[in-house]
């Protein structure tokens, strides 16, 4: 059960990668305000406009990692440098939860876990 903030992090956008089907723009670009009042849903923008609903586990997850963190509802959820490609971004905060794994975690590798 991760407990540090920055495990929390990875560990979110793991199960984003993994159990949803959101681009890694549209993850970078995720922000507090685009969760439902009740976590258990995101509201995508972008192109292609849509509703995710998402697992309990990754409810709770955001729920705990947004109060450590004292996040606003504008703020983003990740801490990436916006001015950053977002698949490069995406990708290197799985390489800070993957340490020195030889292949790198990227969010395709996740994807074509599936």
Do not use: H, W
């Amino acid at each position: 059960d991760p407990t540090d903030a920055k495990e929390l992090e990875c560990a979110i956008a793991i199960l984003l990668i993994s159990g949803t089907n959101l681009t890694d723009p549209e993850i970078a670009d995720l922000r507090v305000s685009d969760l439902n009042g009740y976590y258990s849903e995101i509201r995508v923008r972008g192109e292609n406009e849509r509703t995710v609903v998402i697992s309990e586990t990754l409810s709770n997850l955001l729920k705990a990692y947004i109060m450590r963190s004292s996040l606003k509802p504008d703020d983003r959820i990740f801490s990436l440098d916006p001015l950053k490609d977002p698949v490069e971004s995406v990708n290197e905060l799985l390489r800070r939860a993957a340490g020195d794994d030889d292949p790198p975690l990227t969010a395709d590798i996740i994807r074509n876990l599936k």
